[in-house]
C-alpha cells in the first residue's frame, strides 16, 4: 500500500512512491493540440503544480535519463512519435514567489547558458544579472524573453515556458496598494515571455 501524493509537486517523488493517477495523456494532448499558451484554472490542493513538473519532467532536457518515469505510464504506450518528444526540450519552469530568486534560480538551471558560444555579450550580460539577482525591474520584465530567447539561440529549438502560481504577486501586492504597478509589470513580462515568442 503506497500513500496518497497529497502535498507532494515533484513528480518524479510521486509517480515512484506514491498512489499516482496516471494523467500523462495530458502529454499526448499538448502534442496533438500544439497549443501556444494553456491556462489551467483549478481549486488549490487540484495537483496543477504536479502536473507541470510532470510536463516539465517529460519534456526537459537532462543528463538524467527521466524517460524511466515514464515507461510504465500511458503516454509511453501511444507510440514512438510521443516518444520522440521525452528529453527533447529547454524547459523555463517558475513558481512567482519572490520574482528575482526566481529568475536567478533558472538562470543556475541553464548554466550552460554562461558559455554557450551561440549568445553573444548582451545575452551574457543579461544572463549575469538574472544570475546574480541584480537585475533591474526593467531587466526583470525582459528575463522571460530574455532567458528563452537565449535557450533557443543555444538549443536551437524554442523552450517550453512552465509558469505555475502567476497570480501570487498580484494578488499579494493588490493587498499591499500596488496594483497597478505590478498588473504593468506582469503584463510586459508575460508580453515579451509569451506573445509571439
Known sequence: RLPLPIGISDYRLASSQYYYIDKTMMIKDFIDERPQVSLFTRPRRFGK?????MLRTFFERSEED?????????IWSCGERYREYQGKYPVIFMSFEAIRNIFAKEAIRHSELRNSDKCDEIDKKAYERLLSGQANEIELSNA????????HKHYDIAP???IDEYD???????MKHYYDKIILFMRNLFSGGLKDN
Open 49 to 53: 503544480t504536479l502536473n507541470m513538473d
Open 66 to 74: 527521466t524517460s524511466i518515469y515514464f515507461k510504465d505510464k500511458k
Open 144 to 151: 522571460l524573453l530574455d532567458l528563452s530567447r537565449m535557450l
Open 160 to 162: 517550453i515556458i512552465i
Open 168 to 174: 501570487i504577486p498580484i494578488q499579494q501586492d493588490y
